[in-house]
């Protein structure tokens, strides 16, 4: 078994808004559960919601930190979801009539949610490298996953040659 971390899952604008918006309201539930302990410490229930909404806080924690990455079990490809090593979840990747790989560049632009007020246009602009997987001729192309850094394209390719019987080439579609 081999794998590769590569990046994190989401960015740190998506960190804030996925921990405010769905972790506020489990906030005010761990505090609500606190006033009913202060108020009367013998009821059990309170302290049963108190565990859950707490035990429901850290996943989402978990959830908001996952990196993305690739596992080989036994010569079969996963992409998976890391939190601080250890594997989440994880989907596998169907290499049946694929033996090519690509990297495309792509230039994207990311809007900020919370700066639409100060200045509606605020924009980040970034390159993205997708990773895609080819059938023989490049007329089938599966994206297997999109990255922000050059050099983790190039580990991953680095990690797929040397794992599985695929070739790294440059996109060049052949419909005749």
Do not use: W
Not at 3 to 29: C, M, S
Not at 157 to 169: M, S
């Amino acid at each position: 078994m081999s794998k590769i971390i590569l990046e994190d899952r989401y960015t740190i604008h998506q960190k804030i808004t996925f921990l405010l918006y769905l972790g506020a309201p489990v906030i005010l539930f761990i505090a609500a559960s606190l006033m009913l302990i202060k108020k009367d410490p013998s009821k059990t229930f309170a302290y049963i919601f108190l565990f859950l909404f707490i035990f429901i806080y850290a996943f989402l924690i978990c959830i908001a930190f996952l990196k993305r990455g690739f596992i080989k079990i036994k010569n079969t490809l996963y992409r998976g979801s890391f939190f601080r090593g250890k594997l989440i979840f994880i989907k596998k990747i169907n290499l049946h009539d694929r033996s090519k790989l690509a990297v495309l560049k792509f230039k994207k632009a990311q809007k900020y949610a919370f700066f639409q007020v100060a200045n509606p246009d605020m924009t980040s602009t970034f390159n993205s490298f997708e990773v895609n997987i080819l059938n023989e001729r490049h007329t089938k192309r599966d994206p297997i996953l999109t990255v922000k850094k050059e050099e983790n394209a190039e580990k991953l390719i680095d990690f797929l040659t040397t794992n599985f019987p695929l070739k790294r080439e440059i996109y060049s579609p052949d419909f005749s």
